[in-house]
């Protein structure tokens, strides 16, 4: 997935100014940045859901030229927050995730996807009725019922997710993260959306590091979880420590009080 030149205005504001971005199939791809930074305004802009001026390839086709059940067959979108303003039940919204001319077992997908994470058990209960991390699992097993072969006919797919992970208890969190790198391991691609970086240095193959609607820097964990990068980012001064098995990077907010020597 490549995007080149992106620019957005919305109302009255620049939010993004010419990002150029890409994202491998077979690796996890992390966007993190401040609030407002533009995160989700270049997810909406890639999966065409805002217009834009740029372009974005995925698989090397231009995105404007696809028809919407091309992109809904090639990728997956789990928005930041979803309103569902009718009562349906949890098996009726993962099953949006179908599409058309599926196999008997390929029918059973919504069942399994939801087991994947963590709620066997949820499809008759009613969506309004479960909690803010129950539906947000939901909503990813829709999209997981949507993209679930990584690979189709030699083409990768994409998992594309904007803070996946913002609602859930840790142990989830290693759930759905663990699912991201299933996912990538089996040849697709995903680009998520993330505020944690502990999280985004352990499972991230590439993290970008947004800031007021542009990219501040792009590349390897620890190449771009640096004190001067975050300082400068996020205007929190704050060490970072790598682990000595690995040299993954970590981040102690209790270390923004220590003295460093
Ligand atoms: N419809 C709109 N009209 C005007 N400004 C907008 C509109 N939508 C978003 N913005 C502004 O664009 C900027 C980027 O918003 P965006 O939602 O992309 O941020 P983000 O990086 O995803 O932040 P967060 O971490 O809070 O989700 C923000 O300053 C926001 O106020
Ligand atoms: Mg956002």
Sequence with gaps: M?????????????????????????????????????????LRAMTGEIPYSGKVLLNNKNVAGLKPWQLAALRGVQPQSTTIAFPFTVLEIVRLGLTAGLSAAEKELPLRALEKVGLTGFGNRMYQDLSGGEQQRVQLARVLTQIWRPVVDGAPRWLILDEPVASLDIGHQFTVMDLTRDFSARGGGV?????????????????VLMDAGHIAA????????????????????????????????????????????
Aim: hydrophobic share 40%; aromatic share 4%.
């Design 2 to 42: 490549q995007a080149f030149d992106i620019e957005v205005v919305l109302g009255k504001s620049q939010v993004l100014n010419g990002v150029n971005f890409t994202a491998k199939p077979g690796e996890v791809t992390a966007i993190v940045g401040p609030n407002g930074s533009g995160k989700t305004t270049l």
């Design 191 to 207: 680009v998520a959306v993330m505020h944690d970086l502990n999280l985004t240095a352990m499972f991230a193959d590439k993290v």
């Design 218 to 261: 792009q590349g390897s964990p620890q190449s771009v979880l640096t004190d001067a990068n975050l300082a400068q980012t996020y205007g929190c001064p704050l060490p970072v420590c790598t682990t000595p098995h690995d040299g993954t990077p970590f981040l102690l907010p209790q270390a923004r009080h220590a003295r460093v020597t």
